[in-house]
């Protein structure tokens, strides 16, 4: 189980965040928000931070992920996009409109808007993350921007608080690594996915130069493994991220 001081996952989130992503935190967030590969080499240590703070569910504790709009800069930064391709990670998806889709560790609700659009009017979005401000931050952010099929829910570190069956697709970008239990997590995954639901796991490869401690990074197949025994059919899939593997894991046929 997450200890209750990191305090949001996910994408790290964002996603490179991933210091990011503290389960916020810990991500989404669990990270802080981009690398600046552009620094000269004077600059180094200066980079390394940044890298670090990529994953905004920093798993020491060190960072306060209280206040989502200091984070919001480093989370949301365009730099991002060029390696996290948010795009081509909905796409991947294949979501159809209509469907449930949750962003577990959802951060500062960077994917929010893809995968709203993805969504439809007639589908529903669920951006679930253990860290109350950015909560509140997700739920302005979607009046804003006009996402009005998605939902901001608070959880525990250790549950998703998924109805059984309730749901088609499960994002998790630079989070996964933060929970603890994983393959007792993976069931509760599998539990709330309806028939055909698929789990998308998007985590740092141990060469990325943004991300968590290389020590704390997971290989796709240990990944593959806590899916597996978490009762969940997985594999590696196809991607074209430069720093990020893809983990998809899905319910029986």
Do not use: C
Not at 11 to 16: F, K, Q, S, T
Not at 103 to 113: E, K, Q, R, V
Not at 146 to 164: H, M, S, T, W, Y
Request: aromatic share 6%; hydrophobic share 40%; proline share 6%.
């Amino acid at each position: 189980m997450m200890h209750p001081n990191r305090i949001s996952w996910a994408l790290a989130m964002a996603a490179g965040l991933l210091i990011a992503v503290p389960f916020a935190a810990l991500a989404q967030s669990s990270h802080s928000a981009e690398e600046h590969s552009g620094h000269e080499h004077g600059h180094q240590h200066d980079h390394q931070i940044a890298e670090h703070d990529t994953d905004y569910r920093h798993h020491t504790g060190e960072h306060d992920f209280s206040d989502a709009e200091e984070w919001a800069a480093r989370f949301d930064s365009p730099e991002r996009a060029a390696w996290q391709k948010p795009a081509a990670v909905a796409e991947m998806m294949a979501i159809e409109p209509g469907m449930t889709v949750v962003d577990l560790g959802a951060g500062t609700g960077y994917f929010l808007p893809y995968l709203s659009k993805a969504a439809g009017d007639g589908g529903k979005v669920l951006a679930l993350d253990p860290e109350a401000d950015m909560i509140r931050f997700i739920s302005e952010r979607a009046r804003r921007e006009k996402l009005g099929n998605v939902e901001a829910r608070q959880i525990p570190f250790d549950d998703p608080e998924l109805a059984a069956a309730s749901v088609d697709r499960v994002l998790i970008v630079n989070t996964w690594h933060h929970i603890g239990e994983r393959a007792d997590y993976a069931k509760k995954l599998l539990a709330a996915l309806k028939p055909g639901g698929r789990v998308y796991i998007v985590d740092f490869d141990r060469d990325s130069p943004s991300g968590p401690p290389v020590q704390e990074r997971l290989e796709p197949e240990l990944v593959i493994g806590e899916l597996l025994g978490g009762g969940l059919q997985a594999e590696m899939v196809k991607e074209e991220l430069p720093r990020q593997y893809v983990v998809v894991g899905q319910g029986s046929r």
